[in-house]
């Protein structure tokens, strides 16, 4: 066990190898007020704060599993597969079937790349933007307005971690996401952007983005990035073409990602 901070709402310890976690009794409704002061006293205390559904925490990841993904030469890799599968979708300009009484969907004619083109450039830090705690706590705002399915059942989790893409690899988030390469892009994404774990429920995980991507000319990169997390939703699910994902990229401050 740890010691925990003042003001928490009632919950419990969920005693977990390697390390235990403290899951609230449900969704606390002071949240908003809550989660900026647990983000900024994290580094005090230790403790990365995320809300999750508690029957999504599967077996942990070790840490060293993480660590061990060279991400450059796993997403070179994947992405030699994703091409090879997909090319004949992007080289074929047929509509694709739609269901009757909707509107053909677009072509996608895929990522501009016949390789793996390297990470994209991070955003660098500028005095005026904002923290990634203010960042995390403006999407946990607008994740609450907007209410989506499954959130009203998360838990307020507090995990001994110094990132929040280790808490998530600690938890052992259930989703169907590879979670050691997940775990491993989402650290790099905290490094490049500022990125954060708000929360993750049913198969759906929510980030935050401090330093947002304003390079256009770079937002390809970082759209096949999000490709090769394996999330369902990117480009494939609403049908979304390549470029108009990745243009949509530029100065937004939140991601989301699910697995079906």
């Not at 939703?233 to 994902?245: A, K």
């Amino acid at each position: 066990m740890f010691p925990l901070p003042d003001g928490l709402p009632p919950g419990r310890f969920l005693a977990r190898d390697p390390v235990p976690v403290w899951v609230s009794d449900e969704f606390p409704q002071d949240v908003e007020e809550l989660w900026p002061r647990l983000l900024s006293e994290s580094r005090r205390h230790g403790l990365i704060p995320f809300l999750c559904l508690p029957d999504a925490m599967g077996r942990p990841c070790d840490l060293d599993h993480v660590d061990a993904v060279r991400l450059e030469e796993v997403l070179a890799t994947d992405f030699a597969a994703y091409r090879r599968r997909r090319l004949p979708l992007w080289t074929d300009t047929t509509p694709a079937p739609a269901p009757e009484g909707v509107e053909p969907w677009p072509h996608d004619p895929g990522p501009p790349f016949e390789q793996w083109p390297g990470l994209a450039p991070g955003t660098p830090l500028a005095s005026e933007g904002p923290t990634p705690e203010v960042a995390a706590s403006s999407v946990l705002a607008g994740l609450i307005g907007t209410g989506p399915y499954g959130l009203e059942d998360c838990c307020l989790v507090l995990v001994p971690a110094s990132r929040s893409s280790e808490a998530l690899a600690l938890i052992g988030w259930s989703a169907k996401a590879p979670l050691p390469l997940l775990c491993a892009l989402l650290r790099s994404w905290e490094d490049r952007f500022g990125a954060q774990v708000v929360a993750a429920f049913g198969s759906e995980l929510h980030v935050s983005v401090a330093r947002p991507l304003v390079e256009a000319e770079h937002a390809s990169r970082l759209a096949l990035e999000h490709v090769l997390s394996t999330a369902d939703n990117i480009v494939d699910d609403p049908p979304t073409p390549f470029p108009e994902y990745a243009t949509a990229l530029v100065g937004r401050t939140s991601w989301s990602f699910w697995w079906d």
